[in-house]
């Protein structure tokens, strides 16, 4: 979708098309609520739907229409069979490749596929195989791989100043025609020196490689946030010398309640599962503990929360600021939470008999729902899962705050109003290392965070024969 968008945004020559089963999807792209909310996106659709963009589920008179055909179709991770729990799941991508050279027509000429979804290696070889075995008379492909490099909550902007476009196909004429054809494209705003153009393997290895190593960050300071809080250290003082050195860099090194989202996980397990099925057991369980750790991290900060809590959170009430896996992303019918940290830390809670009040501007109650409710014991999320609309509601007589999503506004709450509505001693969890700590200390408030103490000599500790000893996780209150 972003992706497309940004084509005809600065393609103005260039007519794209998007197609989809779901009418509905279509409908909503058609209309001023997008499926997928992105900073700045609604803008670019309404510059140029009607113009060069349309969307349609005219999926075959777009095919036989098209030069260049972008398959962007799910690849979730198996949940049955051969590999499951790892593989990346290629039907939809093979489905995608049939309907094809299905619907191409004969005469046609060259028809280049570009293969946008995250696969594993030699998949591009996959969906040449199947289109080739059912060419028509005067039909050509050529098969490209051109991986997205996209943050979410920064698509918009990192399709416009992307640090690079990889094109990787054939290393044939025929194979460079394709790639110089694609390149010809993204030529129109990104510099020459940005777009590198390799062999199809090395494209889509990049794609998981690239997604392990971002993750594989995440969990190292993760784990130095364990250490640091064991030890009087500050992560974050610890991130700002790491970043300073020239090698290493200052990104994705903020400590948190750990990594979510659709990619970070199922890639890395893809890339495990293809190390096993090659042979090379020690790597596949080097990038394994990456995902290991990252669930360590969740689980460790669920329990921070109850041992705080005087190692009982059964029949209390603890709200939840913040469901989606990270600030500015979401889809209008539901909101992003694949992979969210506050789903396990919700789960870990609910089974510990918690109440839970939920606020999410972006999530709808309906995925929270979908998220949390145990199909075997539905009668749980009934009796302990609120959802609200309003985050002064949703903390109101909460024993404590979980901050589990960065969203801007949760840097802007009046805290002295939620701290008198809710149950004393107040805890504040802040799993994303964003709030003013000593404000809140002041305020009378316990805070816990990830990767430092938030020490107060025991003159100002809470009397409390239940208080976990200080030296056990980062603590602070007041009388």
């Known amino acids: 979708g972003p992706t497309c968008c940004i084509i005809a945004q600065q393609c103005p020559d260039i007519q794209v098309t998007v197609v989809d089963k779901s009418a509905e999807r279509i409908q909503a792209w058609n209309s001023q609520d997008l499926p997928i909310y992105e900073p700045g996106l609604a803008e670019v659709v309404e ?22 055909i972008f398959i962007c179709v799910n690849t979730p991770t198996k949940t049955f069979g051969m590999g499951r729990g790892k593989a990346a799941d290629l039907k939809y991508v093979e489905l995608a490749a049939r309907m094809i050279a299905d619907t191409v027509e004969p005469g046609t000429g060259l028809k280049i596929v570009v293969e946008k979804s995250t696969v594993p290696v030699r998949a591009a070889e996959s969906i040449g195989n199947i289109l080739k075995h059912n060419k028509k008379p005067g039909v050509s492909y ?44 993204y030529s129109k705003w990104v510099p020459e020196d940005k777009i590198i153009t390799m062999n199809t393997w090395s494209s889509e290895l990049s794609k998981l490689a690239a997604n392990a190593f971002l993750a594989q960050r995440i969990s190292s300071i993760n784990s130095i946030s ?37 990619c970070f996980q199922k890639d890395i397990l893809n890339l495990v599962y293809i190390s096993e099925c090659l042979n090379l057991p020690e790597v596949a369980e080097y990038w394994n503990q990456v995902v290991s750790f990252n669930t360590f991290q969740r689980s460790r900060f669920a329990r921070k929360v109850v041992e705080s809590l005087f190692n009982t959170v059964t029949d209390k009430k603890i709200c939840i600021l913040g469901f989606a896996f990270k600030k500015n992303t979401g889809r209008v019918a539901k909101g992003d939470t694949r992979e969210s940290a506050a789903i396990y830390v919700s789960k870990h809670l609910l089974e510990e008999g918690a109440h839970l009040s939920i606020y999410d501007p972006k999530v709808s109650a309906v995925q929270v729902k979908l998220d949390l409710e145990d199909p075997e014991r539905p009668e749980m999320f009934k009796k302990l899962v609120q959802c609200h609309k309003d985050p002064y509601v949703a903390a109101d007589k909460a024993h404590a705050l ?45 805070v816990e965070t990830i990767g430092t103490r938030l020490s107060k000599s025991e003159s100002e500790r809470v009397d409390s024969p239940f208080l976990p000893a200080p030296c056990a996780h980062g603590s602070a209150s007041v009388t």
């Open 47 to 68: 510059e140029c739907r009607g113009k060069n963009l349309t969307f349609s589920t005219d999926i075959d008179g777009a095919i036989k229409s098209a030069d260049l």
């Open 142 to 185: 050529q098969i490209l791989s051109n991986p997205e490099f996209l943050a979410e909550g920064s698509a918009v902007k990192d399709l416009l100043s992307p640090d690079r476009v990889l094109i990787g196909g054939e290393e044939t004429p025929e194979g460079q025609i394709a790639v110089d054809a694609l390149a010809g494209v």
């Open 226 to 262: 364990a250490v640091c809080e064991a030890t009087g250290a500050d992560v974050s003082e610890v991130a700002k010398a790491i970043g300073r050195d020239t090698r290493i860099g200052p990104k994705f090194l903020q400590a948190s309640v750990g990594f979510g989202g659709s």
């Open 402 to 446: 979980i901050v589990c999503t960065d969203w801007d506004e949760f840097s802007e709450l009046d805290y002295k109003r939620i701290y008198d509505g809710m149950a004393k001693p107040a805890f504040l969890f802040d799993g994303r290392k964003m709030l003013d700590h000593s404000k809140l200390i002041k305020m009378g408030f316990h």
